[in-house]
Structures are given as structure tokens and as C-alpha cells.
């Protein structure tokens, strides 16, 4: 079992989340400069596109070949005295965490940011079996806080307004004095940072992600902005890496290709603050970082992907540009979604590693406006394999009955092409009819749910394209 | 059968590159140190312009440098920076060699890994990288790691003679340094985050500050 997913309530979800007003003005708040920064970042940098290009062929040429790294990326890792784990679920890779947590006898575990940890529901598995788990990353450690989960893959915590985190240390800091000043957005950073850095001296063990699994090297790459992760694997005296199996790259040239193009779609970074290549456990000589480096390594679905319609997806390098650009994850936010990666791929990955039964509904999230393939880094065809999902959908009759029962009566008259253009025709006429200068404000039935919130455009008064088409004697347009 | 055998078993019978696939992954892990991707021109700069992007990149992600004509000059550098900072003239520093022979002055020198509270600490980059305004260090008694990330400010040491253009230089003079360390740290301006209020502050939870010193040699 993963995390408990809500994704069959994305509807509700989703209503829910367009009346919750905190969240609206949260989302409202971080939108534009997501999007803003990326642009500004990709027009700095003239080859990016070919980067991505070059990107795409790297991750592809992994995946046509990835039992051969996984297994050379491990001989290196043995080499340099690290230990590797395999977990086929998320069951084994929480059964692996705790059996390492327990050797160290281990009563806290410092965490920094890591997606796999949360699909694997490392947090609450650690806590009921007495281990306390401490998110460092202050986004996640606001939401952990507030008993949340991310929201967003690179901003775990964008849907809490700043009044919220105010609440939420004023809770959770009991020792502090209570009428303290928190006024500014730097006394609440201060006061994080003064509390977690007290955290990184107590864990005896450090988990983080991996950005990339170097093959050439057995090095694990973490790529962060505030220090977290580094402090959470060098101080403690065990270093965890929770990584997916597809994190490979073969070279440190391509880890280079990666980085180019990774910080730019996200944030808008040149480079990210720090990129740190870690490789097994600290040297004889060395005065600091960990005694023990252990890499888990969560297929947990993802081999299934392979050699399917879905391959393209494990391209994806995090890096959260597709839900930065889409209208519908910037309308309802990242928990609307229901499970642990939201936004375009996650509509696409859910139902990849929960099953079409409990994620089936997401890839009907989006308006196919194409942007998430446009910004993708890796050039992943986001859209198709939505539509793809949107097909296996149906084929296992999991579509309701309505949209099921409206899809056959498109279908026949949509194949009787004398029908279709006589119903076409009348609904252009009555559309045209309703028209006030090109716009009509309120459509009857299933129409109100577009004129609730916007104007339909009214066809032109003419007829249809195909009552005006004469095409001449060899069938070309005239 | 064991985790790892069913996992790669599964993986190799849906991995789908024609032709010979183990030639292919030993031709590419055998290219390391040579670039097969585009290499931006901003990763190509030489002489005294890769000096000058180095500062422009490094002042665009908020850290700062100063240059000074030899490593004789940094004790006085130093502590003038951190009087300059209403800091307490003292240092953190590892074991670096080339720090070993040169007179603190008055500056308060301890050395070893980070504690929980350092108000000011002091590092050798391995190299510095213009494409990006990075600094490249290597973990180790020199350059204990934890000095990178609990000093309140971080002060780094980088020749200009270690200055390199972009990341495939970069990498290969890691290659060329011998042992492989346990870490090596890209570190591109301060510490921050935009975590609360979607707002960027500075000094999360390493650096606020980060200053750098190019030595002209």
C-alpha cells in the first residue's frame, strides 16, 4: 500500500478547493512568477531548447538500457563502501527505512525534501513505529506541522497563506515566549531556522531524495535552495538516499545536460543554490558527514511503464514547470489531486502507480491547452498520454454512464454525416439567434455550466463551414 | 528470486534499445569527459572576461568578492569583511594547507567541522565555474563539509587560476583530483527560500551571507 489517496473525489475535491478563499489568494499570490521567471530564464539562455532536446535523448537512451545502469550504478556505489536496497513497493522501502533506522537506534530522522518519501508514506509508518521524522525543508515543515502533504512538488507548501504559518509555529514552538513578534516574513524564517537547527545535531539518521543517480561515479545528485538537505546527510551518522529506479544518468557530462535545463523550469535558476554529488560514506580522514550511505532504489510501478505509452513519463525530472503552467492545477492547487504528485504529471503518473480505477479521474483534469508539453524540459508528451489514459478509462467502462451515453449519441451522429450537419446547422442558427453583439451570456442545461462564468461566443449568421464549402470540380476549396 | 533480481528482470525485458545494448552502455559510461549535448556559450568564457562573468553571475544570485593580489592579503581581508559585517572577529576553518602558513592577526582561528551556531566560517573552493557564478567544493579534513552550510556567513577562497568556463571543465578536473571525496558541493549564492508567503528571503538554513575571495595569481 502507498499513501491513501482521495483522487476518486477530484471533483468534490476540486469544487472545494475554488471556494476555499486562503487557498485562492495563496495560488493568486505565487502564480505569475513561476511562469514569469521561466521565460526570463529560457530567453537568457539560447540553446535551451536544444538542451532539451539533448535531455530528452539522454533520459531516453537511460531507459532503453536501464538494467544495464542500475547495475552499474550499483557496483559503484558497493565500491565506494555504500549499501544499496531494492524496494519493489512501498512497503518494502518503509519495511528497509525502518530495519536501517532501528540498527542506528535511531529516535529521530531529519528528512529533506523527497517525493519518493512521500509515496512511499514514510513519515507516518516512521512515527508509528516510534521514530520521530522531521521534515526540514521549511515547506515541507510547514505542512508537516499542520499535518498536511505537499501541495506541489517543489513548493510543498504554496496553498498556505503567511497568516497560516504564523499560526502554525505559534502552535507548534510552546517554548517559546507566546506574545513574541512574527510579524515579518524574516522573524518567521528566523525562528525556523533557529529550531531546526537544533533538529540537524539530535537525528541520528539523514534522509534525502536524489535529483540523479550518476552511473559513471555511484554518486547520488541532490539539487536544493535553502541547505536543508545537505545538513540533514552530513550531520547525522546515517545518510538514507530514497530514489526511483529511472534517476539515472550515465555520466557526469550528463548530469551537466540535466542541471541545465532542471533549475531553469523550475524556479527560474541558472543554477539552484546547492547541487551536491555524495558519494558512500565519509572518508577515514574526514571530520564530518555520515559513518553509513545507503541508497533504496522504488521501482513501486515504474518497470510497468516501461515498453508502454507511458515510458515518456519516466523522462520527468521533478522540476514542476507543467503544474506551474496549467490553468487547472492553478485554479484548484496540488491537493485537489488527491495523492502525491499533482498537476499534469501527476495526472499522468498516478494512475500509472495507483491504477486507472483510483486515478482515472485526473486525466480527465486538464483542457488539453498543451502547455505542460510546451515548458517540459524533457519534452514529455504530457497530453497524449493523458488522452491515452482517457481511453483505458473508458475501455474499462470506469467513465460515468452520462459522459458514456453522451460520447454514443456524438458517435452516431457524428458518423452520419447528413445528420450531423442538419443538427449542426440547427444549433448554429439557434446559437446565432441567441447572440448579442457576437456574445451570448446565458445558454440553457449543460450551456449554463460555461455561462456561469463566461460568454459563449455566437457562430457567425451564414450557416455552418461545410453549408459554405464548394469545393470545385476536383474536390479543392474554390 | 530476490527483490533486486525481479526488478531488473522486469526492466530487462521491457528495455527496448536495439542492437547491442551492453556495447552501447560501456561506449557511453566509457565517453565520461567528453560532452555529447550542446554546451551553452555562456559555459565558454576564457581570460579575464571568465573572471568578470564569474563576479557578474556570483553578484546576480547575491553573493559578493572581493580580489585580492595574494593569499598573504586575505588575514587582513577577512578581518576587515567581518568587522565590515558587525561580526565578532573570529573564524571557523578546516585543515587547509594553504591557510596553514599565513599570520591571523588578531582573528580568533578554530578548526574542524561545523558547531551548532557559527557565526562565520571559512572555505577553499576546489574551482569556481563563470557559467553559473559557482563554487565548487571538496569535502574532506580541508574543507570539512558542514562548514559550507552552518556558517552564518561563508567566506570562500578561489584562485583565479581556478576559474573554469563551465561544468564539463568542472567535472573533468574533479576527475583529475584524485580520490573521489564524499562530497562534492556546487554552492551558487546564499542559502534561501520562498517557502513562506511565496516571498524569496535570504539564509534558510545555511548561509545568509556568502563573500567570496578571488586571489590574482
Not at chain 1, 462 to 469: A, D, L, P, V
Not at chain 2, 154 to 167: A, T
Not at chain 2, 168 to 186: D, K, V
Request: glycine fraction near 10%.
Amino acid at each position: 500500500m502507498t499513501l491513501q489517496s482521495t483522487t476518486p473525489e477530484f471533483k468534490r475535491n476540486a469544487r472545494g478547493a475554488l471556494a476555499d478563499e486562503k487557498l485562492q489568494s495563496a495560488l493568486a499570490f505565487a502564480k505569475p512568477g513561476f511562469s514569469t521567471k521561466r521565460a526570463q530564464a529560457r530567453a537568457a539562455l539560447p540553446e535551451f531548447d536544444d538542451l532539451r532536446d539533448a535531455a530528452r535523448d539522454l533520459k531516453d537512451h537511460v531507459l532503453g538500457h536501464l538494467d544495464l545502469y542500475l547495475e552499474a550504478y550499483e557496483r559503484r556505489v558497493i565500491e565506494s563502501g555504500g549499501h544499496v536496497h531494492w524496494a519493489e513497493t512501498a512497503e518494502d522501502a518503509r519495511r528497509i527505512v525502518l530495519e536501517i533506522c532501528r540498527k542506528a537506534e535511531a529516535k529521530t530522522v531529519n528528512k529533506g525534501k523527497t517525493m519518493i518519501s512521500e509515496e512511499c508514506g514514510i513519515n507516518d509508518f516512521l512515527a508509528e513505529n516510534g521514530i520521530a521524522p522531521v521534515e526540514t525543508d521549511l515547506g515541507e515543515y510547514i505542512i508537516q506541522l499542520r499535518g498536511e502533504h505537499p501541495s506541489h512538488i517543489i513548493a510543498p507548501a504554496v496553498h498556505v497563506t503567511v497568516e497560516e504559518v504564523r499560526e502554525a509555529f505559534r502552535k507548534a514552538h510552546g517554548h517559546l515566549p507566546e506574545g513574541r513578534d512574527l510579524e515579518g516574513l524574516d522573524t518567521l524564517l528566523a525562528e525556523a531556522r533557529t529550531v531546526l537547527r537544533k533538529k540537524y545535531f539530535e537525528a541520528e539518521v539523514g534522509i534525502t531524495g536524489a535529483n540523479m543517480l550518476i552511473a559513471e561515479t555511484g554518486q547520488s545528485v541532490i539539487v536544493t535552495n535553502e541547505g536543508n538537505g545537505d545538513l540533514s546527510q552530513s550531520l547525522p551518522k546515517v545518510h538514507v538516499v530514497m530514489a526511483s529506479i529511472e534517476k539515472i544518468v550515465p555520466t557526469l557530462e550528463d548530469a551537466s545536460t540535466i542541471l541545465r535545463v532542471l533549475a531553469r523550469s523550475a524556479t527560474g535558476q541558472e543554477m539552484s543554490v546547492y547541487t551536491t554529488f555524495s558519494q558512500g560514506p565519509r572518508r577515514a580522514e574526514d571530520p564530518d558527514g555520515p559513518e553509513e550511505y545507503h541508497v533504496v532504489l522504488l521501482d513501486n510501478g515504474r518497470s510497468n511503464m516501461l515498453g508502454t505509452e507511458f515510458q515518456d513519463m519516466l523522462r520527468c525530472i521533478r522540476c514542476g514547470a507543467c503544474m506551474n503552467h496549467c490553468p487547472v492545477y492553478n485554479a484548484v492547487g496540488g491537493h485537489a489531486y488527491g495523492w502525491v504528485y499533482p498537476g499534469p504529471m501527476g495526472a499522468v503518473l498516478t494512475p500509472s502507480l495507483i491504477g486507472v480505477e483510483e486515478g482515472g479521474q485526473l486525466p480527465n483534469a486538464s483542457t488539453f491547452c498543451g502547455r505542460c508539453e510546451a515548458v517540459c524540459p524533457m519534452r514529455i508528451p504530457l497530453p497524449r498520454m493523458m488522452r491515452s489514459w482517457r481511453e483505458r478509462e473508458f475501455e474499462k467502462r470506469l467513465t460515468p454512464s452520462a459522459t458514456r451515453w453522451g460520447l454514443g449519441l456524438w458517435r452516431f451522429v457524428a458518423s452520419r454525416p447528413a445528420l450531423y450537419r442538419l443538427g449542426t446547422g440547427i444549433a448554429s442558427r439557434a446559437l446565432a439567434a441567441m447572440g448579442r453583439g457576437g456574445r451570448i451570456a446565458k445558454l440553457p442545461w449543460a450551456g449554463a455550466g460555461w455561462t456561469d462564468q463566461r460568454d459563449f461566443p455566437a457562430p457567425e449568421p451564414g450557416g455552418t463551414f461545410m453549408s459554405r464549402y464548394r469545393p470545385d470540380a476536383d474536390g479543392r476549396p474554390s | 528470486m530476490s527483490a533486486r533480481e525481479r526488478i531488473l528482470g522486469r526492466v530487462r525485458e521491457a528495455a527496448s534499445a536495439p542492437g547491442d545494448r551492453a556495447a552501447a552502455v560501456r561506449a557511453r559510461l566509457a565517453s565520461a569527459g567528453r560532452q555529447t549535448a550542446p554546451v551553452p556559450a555562456l559555459a565558454a568564457s576564457v581570460d579575464e572576461a571568465r573572471a568578470a562573468q564569474f563576479e557578474a553571475k556570483l553578484a546576480a544570485v547575491d553573493g559578493t568578492l572581493t580580489r585580492l593580489p595574494s593569499l598573504e592579503a586575505l588575514p587582513a581581508a577577512l578581518a576587515e569583511a567581518l568587522r565590515a559585517r558587525n561580526l565578532a572577529r573570529a573564524i571557523r576553518i578546516g585543515e587547509e594547507p594553504d591557510f596553514a602558513g599565513l599570520d591571523w592577526g588578531g582573528t580568533d582561528v578554530t578548526r574542524g567541522p561545523g558547531r551548532l551556531e557559527e557565526p562565520a566560517t571559512l572555505s577553499r573552493a576546489f574551482r569556481g565555474v563563470a557559467e553559473t557564478g559557482t563554487l565548487a567544493l571538496r569535502s574532506g579534513p580541508e574543507n570539512p563539509v558542514t562548514l559550507t552550510f552552518l556558517g552564518e556567513t561563508h567566506f570562500v577562497v578561489v584562485r583565479r587560476s581556478e576559474l573554469l568556463g563551465g561544468l564539463e571543465e568542472l567535472f573533468a578536473a574533479a576527475r583529475g583530483a584524485g580520490a573521489t571525496p564524499r562530497t562534492l558541493n556546487l554552492v551558487t549564492g546564499p542559502s534561501r527560500s520562498a517557502d513562506i508567503g511565496a516571498t524569496l528571503q535570504l539564509g534558510a538554513h545555511g548561509p545568509k551571507a556568502l563573500h567570496v575571495f578571488l586571489i590574482e595569481d
